[in-house]
C-alpha cells in the first residue's frame, strides 16, 4: 500500500515543528512536506485586514502547488486566509482543510455561547464568521463573544513572549465566565492554556491544530 501524502501550507515557520509533532502522534506513515510564505499574513495586515484578489491567487497557487507536489490532502494552517482556502478548495481534485474548521464545528456542538480569541483582528473577524456559518449549516442559533487581545500580537513580535502570553491568559479568565466554550483563532496561542490555574478554565478551550490533524486521521 503506498503511504498517504499530507501538503501543509503555513503563514509562519514557527507552526512546522507543532504540526510535525502532531503528526507524528494522529499520522504515523503518513508522508508530510510543508510550504511557507509569511508574506501573506504581512500583505494582509498592511492591507488593513482586507484578504485581497491577489492574495487569494497566491493560496490557490500554493495549493495547486502541493497538489503537483504529490499531496493526497492539503492543510492550510493560517485562519486568516481561511476564505482564500474555501475557494482554492474547489480548483483542486483533492481534500483540503481550513485548519481551524474542525475546531468551529466542535465548538458548534458543545455550546450556544461561543467565544473567539485572537491576537490579531485579521484572524479574529474570519474565525468568527467561519463559527457562525458552520452553526447554520447545521440550523443552530448561537452567541458569539469575539475578544482581541489587544498589544499581544506585538508584543509577541518584538520579542516579549512573557507579556503576550499574560495578556492572552488574562483575556482568557475574563472569557471563561461569559460563555460555554473558547475557540483559540492562533495556533501560537494553545501554550498559553497550559499555565492556566484548574479553576481558570470552568469552560473548553479549544485549539485548532490538534482538531485538524485529528480530522485528517479520520479521513485517511
Known amino acids: 500500500m503506498i503511504p498517504k501524502t499530507l501538503g501543509l501550507i503555513h503563514t509562519s515557520a514557527t507552526l512546522i515543528p ?6 507524528q502522534q494522529y499520522l504515523p506513515g503518513v508522508n508530510l512536506f510543508n510550504i511557507v ?31 503537483d507536489s504529490g499531496a493526497d490532502y492539503i492543510l492550510v494552517t493560517c485562519s486568516s486566509i481561511g476564505a482564500a482556502v474555501e475557494a482554492a478548495a474547489d480548483t483542486v481534485r483533492v481534500p483540503v482543510l481550513r485548519v481551524d474548521q474542525p475546531m468551529a464545528d466542535l465548538a ?21 464568521d467561519l463559527v457562525q456559518r458552520r452553526a447554520a449549516l447545521l440550523g443552530k442559533e448561537i452567541e458569539i463573544n469575539a475578544r482581541l487581545c489587544e ?21 482568557l479568565r475574563q472569557l471563561t465566565q461569559e460563555v ?7 495556533a501560537s496561542m494553545a501554550r498559553v492554556v497550559d499555565t492556566l490555574a484548574d479553576e481558570d478554565k470552568g469552560v473548553p478551550i479549544l485549539a485548532s491544530p490538534p482538531n485538524a490533524i485529528q480530522y485528517i486521521a479520520n479521513l485517511v
Open 18 to 23: 507543532v504540526f510535525q509533532q502532531l503528526c
Open 108 to 128: 458548534v456542538q458543545k455550546g450556544k455561547r461561543i467565544g473567539v480569541i485572537a491576537t490579531l483582528r485579521t484572524t479574529l473577524e474570519p474565525t468568527a
Open 180 to 186: 460555554d466554550v473558547i475557540l483559540l483563532a492562533q
Open 151 to 171: 498589544g499581544a500580537f506585538e508584543a509577541l513580535m518584538g520579542g516579549d513572549a512573557a507579556k503576550h502570553d499574560e495578556l492572552v491568559a488574562k483575556a
Open 37 to 67: 510564505d509569511d508574506s501573506l499574513v504581512k500583505n494582509i495586515i498592511a492591507r488593513g485586514g482586507k484578504l485581497t484578489p491577489s492574495i487569494s491567487k497566491r493560496v490557490a497557487d500554493y495549493v495547486a502547488s502541493a497538489e
